[in-house]
């Protein structure tokens, strides 16, 4: 169906499909070739009726994690998440939202639906039988952004441009549908929320929440690059990711140009160890507390030497940053310039440590100029 080509992937993919192999003794799924199973029925007589009740086997694809949803719909919140070759059992077919190439999606013996696309591919819809039409349902409530907010695929600081889904500005009015408690912590806050562009964003970048929302589920570690269509089908090779242009601090010369695909100098460190470095809360970035090292520091109106005093930090005082960007006066020879929760601009070589002095900071910290949408 689809092949993932995510070098990052093949370790997990590597035991998933250990744990296929071992689990075919008895089982009813038949390798037919790399990603095409046979399917055989199941009939569990009911014992109350003479019908029988059909459930199929089916395999969550190798390289892809996926979300078992209360309803078919991207919106609907999760109730199980389901890692690389987990295997369950399907009930009836349906119709919900698109995934890449398909509107159908299975119920499982879990009670909740995943799309077809994220399972091995069958015929299942011939085998079982139609759910009936499944309604989407899903709380709302208001909220604002109030910084520079990421809204990525899942409730964590991405590097992968793709896995940004959104980046949204100051001040733009988002709907949010769940939150869930267990996200990647910002300044100590680990809740993020959904909003309808099926992103999440942190508590700690957006006004207070006055709803009462529903729990987002068990969330799986997805990257955009599971749902990109099969690379087979167009019969060219998925070129490999570069590094993260969210990393593009860490190079001498990097571009100033407002393009969001900046390439960094860096070697391509942060993507391969996203994974050991993944929950530890040390290295993020998004709302980073540093410290004025000089006798002050000015908080200037533009990223730029020349231009308006907004209000002054002195030595030592602690600056919450949101992100990061080059001088725009050429005069000022590419300082980079610091954007506080003050919305205001300092020079980064006033702070202690220097963004270019913290190894983590570099790797990590956004460039104030990925933040474009000022849409939901
Ligand atoms: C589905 O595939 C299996 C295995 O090839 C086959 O036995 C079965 O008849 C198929 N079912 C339908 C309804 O096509
Ligand atoms: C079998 O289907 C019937 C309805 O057709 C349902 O009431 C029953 O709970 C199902 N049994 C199982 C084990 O799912
Ligand atoms: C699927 O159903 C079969 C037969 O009822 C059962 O043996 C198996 O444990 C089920 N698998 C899962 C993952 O529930
Ligand atoms: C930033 O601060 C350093 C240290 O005081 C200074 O040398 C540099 O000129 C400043 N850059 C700008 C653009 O003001």
Request: hydrophobic share 30%.
């Amino acid at each position: 169906m689809h092949i993932v080509l995510l070098s990052s992937l093949i370790a997990a993919a590597a035991i998933s499909m250990a744990t296929a192999a071992s689990g075919t003794q008895g089982a009813a799924a038949l390798p037919l070739s790399h990603h095409h199973y046979l399917v055989e029925i199941r009939q569990t007589p009911h014992a109350s009726s003479s019908s029988v009740n059909v459930t199929v086997p089916s395999t969550v694809e190798d390289g892809i994690q996926t979300e078992c949803k209360t309803c078919p719909y991207k919106l609907c919140t999760n109730v199980a998440a389901y890692e690389y070759g987990h295997t369950t059992n399907l009930t009836c077919w349906t119709e919900g939202d698109k995934i890449v190439d398909t509107t159908t999606w299975f119920k499982t013996t879990d009670d909740c639906y995943v799309t077809e696309w994220d399972l091995v591919e069958g015929n299942y819809t011939e085998v079982l039988s139609y759910c009936g039409s499944v309604e989407q349902t899903y709380t709302t409530g208001p909220s604002k952004t109030v910084y520079n907010t990421e809204c990525n695929i899942i409730p964590e600081f991405v590097e992968s441009e793709e896995d940004h889904t959104k980046m949204y500005q100051p001040e733009v009015d988002l709907t949010l549908t769940c939150f869930t408690n267990e996200g990647e912590a910002v300044l100590g806050n680990t809740v993020w929320y959904k909003t309808l562009s099926n992103c999440y964003v942190p508590e700690a970048e957006i006004e207070f929440v006055d709803a009462t929302l529903d729990d987002c589920g068990p969330i799986p570690f997805m990257e955009a690059k599971m749902r990109e269509p099969d690379p087979e089908a167009s019969g060219v090779a998925q070129p490999v990711p570069l590094v993260a242009s969210s990393s593009a601090f860490g190079g001498a010369s990097t571009s100033t140009s407002p393009s969001t695909t900046t390439t960094s100098t860096t070697a391509p460190g942060p993507l391969l160890a996203r994974k050991d470095t993944d929950r530890a809360g040390s290295s993020k970035r998004w709302l980073y507390i540093t410290q004025i090292g000089d006798d002050f520091a000015d908080c200037l109106s533009h990223p730029d030497s020349s231009s308006s005093k907004v209000k002054q930090y002195p030595f030592g005082g602690y600056v919450i940053v949101q992100c990061a960007g080059y001088s725009e006066n050429e005069a000022d020879n590419d300082q980079i310039y610091l954007y506080t929760e003050d919305f205001c601009w300092i020079n980064d070589t006033l702070t202690d440590p220097q963004l270019i002095d913290d190894e983590e900071r570099s790797e990590f910290y956004p460039n104030c100029n990925l933040f474009v949408d000022t849409e939901v």
